[in-house]
């Protein structure tokens, strides 16, 4: 291979190792081959609609794109820092099975709108097969919601016991979570649904090309109004770096919750066997590495979130190399987003409830006491501020004698209150309707449960529609 670069034109001494060391991005930019030849091949029918190519040229050039596909995918491609990037790689190449003709590829066309192409490509592609990947993430939520509307769990805030809610409950919570982060993305996809090439280096081309016929072909939505724009700007990757830091920080808190849950302490689930690692000197543990992990990746998005911020911060229009520094970031979130998504689809598939080990802490942490506060307000009219307060003592004297409200004996309430011996105490602590009175839209109920799994099924079925027709 000749040393000569296909720029090279007006320079006189070849690059020194050191600038095609750190110019090249061939080592990470390979990965777009795909979209790159997908491109080159809309670029080249325009170059043949407005005479620059012959009808024979213009075969030539997609047949020599196909090949170079096909190599790539074979492992057959040589690839070489002297190329810099995946554009001049395709271009050198096709040259050399095509001859001269090759060289005309690159007429009205600038790397600076032929890489801003590329990425928005990479970015809608990633996008549907992240939604793809989150929609059957809702399906499973949902399903597993349904499964465990019976089982009652404890509500924590401060992360101490709260109040009883049902399974479902807790399930859905994270339902509604994700529905926010596939809208995100969906937003993300609409950023990004403008076509840029056309915008050549920075001011436009000197060819009567057709842009809207190139942008319906690869069906983006509307053209860039400003080449200068088209180039330089890089928002379509800060949100989709925005929607994925958003999915691994709500990942990171349900995977906190998985670990913690699935400890000795609390043991209210289980992870199986295939999701979770052993020890190589502690022969008892199972660990949660998986949520572990995922928890641990959303660092990694906010770093790359904060790489773009960063790398864009102050730079003058239109076009800086510093830009090629913008797919490391890209590449790396695509990657983990879509690895976590179906990493925390098999943990929620696949992990078991406990409904007696979270009993047991609800009676423990007390849940129902302001049940019981509530059933002396609406059964015996006591006012709630003195309600509060011989619910309080109740629990006191539990405390002392290391009981629930569900095993003092009937001198023991009858000492605090004559409300409390009778056989009322029973149904106002009672896990479960306390979970039933929480008859609100969006509550803990059982019937408003059955409701939110409706609601949760239509929005499925909308989301599925607009991605349809998106
Ligand atoms: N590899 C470059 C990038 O990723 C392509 C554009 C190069 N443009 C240039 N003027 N050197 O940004």
Redo the contacts with the bound molecule.
């Keep these: 291979m000749t040393n000569k670069k296909l720029?090279g034109g007006r320079f006189q001494a070849e690059s020194s190792s050191i600038m095609e060391r750190i110019g090249e991005?061939i080592s990470f930019?390979q990965s777009l081959y795909k979209v790159d030849i997908q491109g080159s091949k809309i670029h080249a029918k325009n170059l043949l609609n407005i005479g620059i190519l012959s009808e024979e040229e213009y075969q030539k050039i997609i047949l020599g794109l196909e090949q170079i596909q096909k190599e790539i995918e074979n492992n057959e491609f040589e690839f070489t820092p002297k190329l810099?990037?995946?554009?001049m790689h395709i271009e050198y190449r096709l040259t050399q099975i095509i001859g001269e003709t090759g060289k005309k590829l690159h007429t009205a066309r600038?790397?600076?709108d032929?890489?801003a192409l590329d990425v928005r490509l990479y970015v809608r592609e990633s996008i549907s097969l992240i939604c793809k990947k989150l929609f059957d993430l809702l399906e499973i939520l949902l399903t597993k919601a349904e499964q465990s509307i019976d089982i009652i769990m404890p509500g924590y805030t401060h992360l101490q016991v709260a109040q009883p809610i049902r399974a479902s409950h807790y399930l859905l919570s994270y339902f509604w979570t994700f529905v926010r982060d596939y809208n995100q993305f969906l937003f993300t996809f609409s950023v990004n649904d403008s076509f840029v090439l056309g915008s050549g280096?920075l001011a436009g081309v000197n060819y009567k090309i057709n842009r809207e016929l190139m942008q319906k072909e690869l069906n983006f939505s509307k053209l860039s109004e400003n080449s200068m724009d088209a180039v330089s700007q890089r928002d379509h990757i800060l949100n989709f770096l925005f929607a994925g830091s958003l999915l691994l920080m709500h990942f990171s808190r349900l995977c906190e919750e998985i670990i913690l849950f699935s400890s000795v302490e609390f043991g209210f689930i289980s992870l199986p066997d295939s999701l979770t690692t052993g020890s190589s000197i502690m022969p008892q543990k199972k660990n949660p590495d998986i949520a572990e992990l995922i928890r641990g990746k959303s660092a990694r998005l906010f770093a790359n979130l904060q790489h773009v911020f960063v790398l864009l911060k102050g730079l003058p229009l239109a076009?800086n190399?510093d830009?090629?520094e913008?797919?490391i970031p890209l590449f790396d979130a695509n990657e983990q987003i879509q690895i976590s998504i179906e990493g925390i689809s098999e943990v929620i598939k696949n992990f078991s409830f406990h409904p007696q080990k979270m009993q047991a802490s609800l009676k423990k942490g007390f849940a129902t006491a302001t049940d019981l506060a509530d059933y002396l307000v609406f059964q015996h009219k006591v006012p709630f501020r003195e309600a509060h307060e011989l619910v309080g003592s109740l629990v006191g004297l539990a405390v002392q004698k290391g009981k629930t409200l569900f095993d003092l004996t009937y001198e023991e309430r009858a000492s605090i209150s004559p409300f409390f011996a009778t056989e009322e105490y029973f149904t106002a602590i009672s896990l479960e309707n306390s979970a039933d009175k929480k008859d609100v839209f969006g509550g803990t109920a059982k019937n408003r449960q059955l409701e939110q799994i409706q609601v949760a099924k239509k929005t499925l079925t909308n989301l599925h529609k607009i991605w349809e027709t998106t």
Excluded: F, G, T, V
Aim: net charge negative; no cysteine.
């Design positions: 720029w991005s930019d810099e990037d995946i554009h600038s790397r600076n032929q890489i280096a076009y190399r830009l090629q913008d797919k």
